[in-house]
DNA sequence: TCCGTCAATTAAAGCGTTTTAATTTAAAAG
DNA sequence: CTTTTAAATTAAAACGCTTTAATTGACGGA
């Protein structure tokens, strides 16, 4: 049916030893050879079989990434960043989306590694049980937490700082000049949120300023919890100086009820958020926010997949990256004139 | 190494072909030994060897996705709703992403079917050549293409009719009573943008009004480009009295300058986007919008992909479906009070 | 009791590669 | 010109499963 190595050995005059050498090009092949193997393949149209490969090495040539159903720009970036570091390696992604905590430790990735389908897997969903963790660990499935914390399990994972942003979000609000500001988490069953919830805390304290509980709202990633929570100051009269949202969908919301109110920003409300989300840059104003390192996220993981795989990793060692502030428009600088009417809202 | 068929046969005091049997569910296999042979496997930890299984059977059960590497949601949910089906039918998805055309035609997916690393695969990207589907026909290798006319070559493919969603967005914000209607278009090169563009034009037609080609705006699918094209008309004095935005990020751009501009939508502007982006109905007003049938087309795609592997289909069939228009608080809904204050903005 | 039939099982070949070990060829050294 | 060494090639086994064809076994009818 298909054309196999054994038709292109013909072909070329040689053995298919020869012609499996060129195909993994190791350097003992004369190149006269060479040449006659790469023309007689080229003559036959001849596509290697990926399965008999895999069967005679041992591996499958494919990453399996299992991360949330969810349309979120930090998600779909290290997505790409994964994407392109497992190709850039020569091998291929499998992509293994869970919209449910359930469906994601028993579908999908259990048959990915039930079925050997992957060398070995990503884990980016912040969600993942415990018990499914514990599962691959048992079963000795090499994997790689991405940006999750788990300190129960002790696993190989690379991270972002999340203390450190919520610290250096809140410290960059400071440094405009603002005293009274408030919070709104993000979801807190994440470590992430409890993270940036903590760094800002902290940042309060070292700056001198008072943890008001009353200005750190519950919020859940979303732009109806950040536009809620900026209500719900709004109508108490309480409004706060500056706002750091959890992330820049909170923000977002918090920019819908400030306008609707006629709050300036950055004037009367300071606002940073977090994730660079590309609306952020095209709002007027541009929403001053909190960069993640997603493209070192998906490449270091991948790495450290690949330095799992080949046996390279010992201990179970953890990455931590830094996130990055990057200040726009809704944030008044140490150096810019907070009354610059470029900055002023409608 | 790793346990094998043989060491589960062994175990289970039967041959290996009736532990394929069980693997393959097949019913040929007494029940008692059906049991016999699970206990087996659950007792030694069997894993079956994917590679293996596809060298000996002849297909791989994986289907690639050819898509572009841009955080959309229509991009997003697609690729959910293609995982899921994929998933669903018992196999895997391998995602191929791509910056740009010229990647996308000659790095990953390329090796995805020169490697036989997929049974087929699935394109999204509305920028591939035609020359790769071209190559991809050429080498008989199963493919459907998903959201995209491609006129020039006779292709499998499942599409959504952007000349009724554009004409439907139009004819809704007529409905409201509004003449002045403007068009903000999305990149022409895509097929798509023109026939927005096409079936709003018709609509207008339709109506009776006049086709003023001073309010059809290029835009690109960007907040920014929204956002240019309606500070645009405010410059020129030339405001319209609705907006049909190609896309809802442009949309976002509009509401953004209307808001800096004190224009209240929808009393003076109404608006209307497309794609329904999850922050539409986050924003206040809600952006009204015409939802693609995102979850139909992947799972439709898929299934259209696998007639294609089983050999049903003779011609290249393509399957269209229907956008639907969804009214929120941006436009003017015949029965709705179009000074009603509970739509008015800030 | 024997034979035929059907169901269930087994033996063996094959899927398309890689890889180890053995062999041939070429080149260099004596 | 022979011998030694290295380089390149070849033969054959292995990877783990599926599948075709052959075999065994059980059962009922004559």
Same mark, same amino acid.
């Given at each position: 049916?298909?054309?196999?190595?054994?038709? &292109?050995?013909?072909?070329?005059?040689?053995?298919?030893?020869?012609?499996? =050498?060129?195909?993994?090009?190791?350097?003992?092949?004369?190149?006269?050879?060479?040449?006659?193997?790469?023309?007689?393949?080229?003559?036959?149209?001849?596509?290697?079989? *990926?399965?008999?490969?895999?069967?005679?090495?041992?591996?499958?040539?494919?990453? +399996?990434?299992?991360?949330?159903? &969810?349309?979120?720009?930090?998600?779909?970036?290290?997505?790409? *960043?994964?994407?392109?570091?497992?190709?850039?390696?020569?091998?291929?992604?499998?992509?293994?989306? *869970?919209?449910?905590?359930?469906?994601?430790?028993?579908?999908?990735?259990? =048959?990915?590694?039930?079925?050997?389908?992957? /060398?070995?897997?990503?884990?980016?969903?912040?969600?993942?049980?415990?018990?499914?963790?514990?599962?691959?660990?048992?079963?000795?499935?090499?994997?790689?937490?991405?940006?999750?914390?788990?300190?129960?399990?002790?696993?190989?994972?690379?991270?972002?700082?999340?203390?450190?942003?919520?610290?250096?979000?809140? *410290?960059?609000?400071?440094?405009?000049?603002?005293?009274?500001?408030?919070?709104?988490?993000?979801?807190?069953?994440?470590?992430?949120?409890?993270?940036?919830?903590?760094?800002?805390?902290?940042?309060?304290?070292?700056?001198?300023?008072?943890?008001?509980?009353?200005?750190?709202?519950?919020?859940?990633?979303?732009?109806?919890?950040?536009?809620? #929570?900026?209500?719900?100051?709004?109508?108490?009269?309480?409004?706060?100086?500056?706002?750091? #949202?959890?992330?820049?969908?909170?923000?977002? +919301?918090?920019? /819908? #009820?400030?306008?609707?109110?006629?709050?300036?920003?950055?004037?009367?409300?300071?606002?940073?958020?977090?994730?660079?989300?590309?609306?952020?840059?095209?709002?007027?104003?541009?929403?001053?926010?909190?960069?993640?390192?997603?493209?070192?996220?998906?490449?270091?993981?991948?790495?450290?997949?690949?330095?799992?795989?080949?046996?390279?990793?010992?201990?179970?060692?953890?990455?931590?990256?830094?996130?990055? &502030?990057?200040?726009?428009?809704?944030?008044?600088?140490?150096?810019?004139?907070?009354?610059?009417?470029?900055?002023?809202?409608?």
């Amino acid at each position: 049916m298909s054309v196999n190595i054994y038709d &292109v050995a013909k072909r070329a005059g040689l053995s298919v030893v020869t012609v499996s =050498r060129v195909l993994n090009n190791s350097p003992k092949v004369r190149d006269y050879n060479r040449q006659k193997v790469l023309k007689a393949m080229a003559e036959l149209d001849y596509k290697p079989n *990926a399965a008999a490969r895999n069967l005679a090495k041992g591996d499958t040539g494919m990453i +399996g990434l299992v991360l949330p159903a &969810v349309d979120d720009p930090f998600i779909s970036q290290v997505l790409f *960043a994964v994407e392109r570091a497992v190709r850039e390696r020569g091998m291929f992604l499998v992509t293994a989306f *869970a919209a449910s905590d359930e469906e994601l430790s028993h579908a999908n990735p259990g =048959r990915m590694f039930l079925e050997n389908r992957v /060398d070995g897997i990503l884990i980016l969903s912040p969600i993942i049980s415990e018990e499914y963790i514990l599962e691959l660990k048992k079963n000795r499935f090499p994997f790689v937490l991405l940006d999750q914390h788990h300190s129960a399990v002790q696993a190989p994972s690379v991270t972002v700082d999340n203390f450190y942003g919520g610290y250096q979000a809140t *410290a960059s609000l400071i440094a405009g000049g603002v005293k009274r500001i408030a919070h709104i988490s993000g979801s807190t069953i994440y470590e992430s949120s409890v993270q940036r919830l903590e760094g800002y805390k902290q940042a309060l304290r070292d700056y001198g300023l008072h943890i008001d509980e009353e200005l750190i709202a519950a919020g859940n990633f979303s732009v109806e919890s950040g536009y809620k #929570a900026m209500m719900g100051w709004i109508e108490l009269g309480k409004i706060p100086e500056a706002v750091f #949202a959890a992330d820049d969908n909170t923000a977002f +919301g918090v920019m /819908d #009820a400030a306008s609707k109110h006629k709050i300036a920003i950055p004037t009367e409300l300071a606002l940073i958020g977090y994730d660079d989300h590309p609306f952020g840059s095209m709002l007027h104003p541009a929403l001053s926010t909190v960069r993640q390192p997603t493209a070192a996220l998906g490449k270091q993981g991948v790495d450290l997949l690949l330095n799992v795989l080949a046996g390279k990793i010992k201990r179970a060692v953890t990455i931590t990256l830094k996130p990055e &502030v990057v200040l726009r428009e809704t944030t008044r600088a140490i150096n810019r004139p907070s009354c610059d009417p470029n900055y002023s809202v409608s």
